[in-house]
């Protein structure tokens, strides 16, 4: 069972929707990542927290909006995302030690659908 | 822009075999290189391999890494059906983790 757990498993979601993807983790690791994973293809990605701040933004459209309340929770407000989003959207976390991260610890992942 | 390619792409052995999956990259400030094992859903972690030529081992899996080639592979010996999988490199530079296109193995009974 993996340690960062994921919510919802499942999501489909209209053009005009506005929804959210959950991340937990406790293993008090204090950088969290967001990956968007299409068929065949590696994990690419999106944002990376750091100690609950934003410190990587991959050039994301502004339709995919992070938060961080705390270092133990991510999410991914979605709004007016387009049908080439769906993919598998994966949330980890990892150690920082001496200003270096440590192995991903990946979530299950969340399956989106953009109808 | 930091690049990871892995070779090859996909192989397929019947158990028993041994396998060595190859990966490269060229990327600014080198951290550590990440090996990763993805089935069906979220990849796992395999090794971390940051010090050129110490191999890091773990049962019948093992890897290395060498800084000079830029370079590091993972050998799997004895495959069984269960080696079956996604095998993903990463490389980690300034917090950032750049995955390879992963190679995919299917190990025949």
């Known amino acids: 069972d993996t340690e960062v757990t994921q919510t919802p498993k499942h999501l489909v979601m209209g053009m005009t929707n506005k929804k959210s993807l959950k991340c937990e983790q406790h293993?008090?690791?204090?950088?969290m990542y967001w990956y968007k994973q299409k068929a065949k293809k590696p994990p690419e990605l999106m944002f990376v927290?750091?100690?609950?701040?934003?410190?990587i933004n991959e050039s994301v459209p502004s339709r995919f909006s992070p938060e961080c309340p705390n270092s133990s929770l991510l999410n991914l407000h979605l709004h007016a995302l387009q049908p080439e989003d769906s993919a598998l959207y994966l949330c980890?976390?990892?150690?920082?030690?001496?200003?270096?991260?440590?192995?991903?610890?990946f979530g299950e992942g969340s399956r989106l659908t953009v109808l | 822009e930091d690049k990871v390619v892995q070779s090859p792409l996909s192989l397929v052995v019947h158990e028993g075999d041994t396998v060595t999956l190859n990966c490269s990259y060229e990327?600014?400030?080198?951290?550590?290189l990440l090996w990763y094992k993805q089935e069906k859903k979220a990849p796992t972690f395999l090794f971390m391999l940051?010090?050129?030529?110490i191999e890091k081992k773990s049962g019948r899996l093992s890897s290395i890494l060498d800084k000079k080639e830029l370079s590091s592979i993972l050998n799997i010996t004895a495959t069984q059906t269960g080696d079956s999988a996604i095998y993903l490199c990463?490389?980690?530079?300034?917090?950032?983790?750049?995955f390879g296109d992963g190679t995919t193995l299917t190990v025949k009974p």
């Open positions: 990327v600014t400030n080198f951290r550590s």
């Open positions: 293993m008090g690791h204090r950088a």
């Open positions: 980890a976390s990892s150690q920082v030690f001496q200003g270096k991260a440590g192995e991903l610890f």
């Open positions: 940051t010090s050129s030529g």
């Open positions: 927290y750091s100690y609950e701040k934003l410190s």
């Open positions: 990463a490389v980690d530079t300034h917090g950032k983790s750049t």
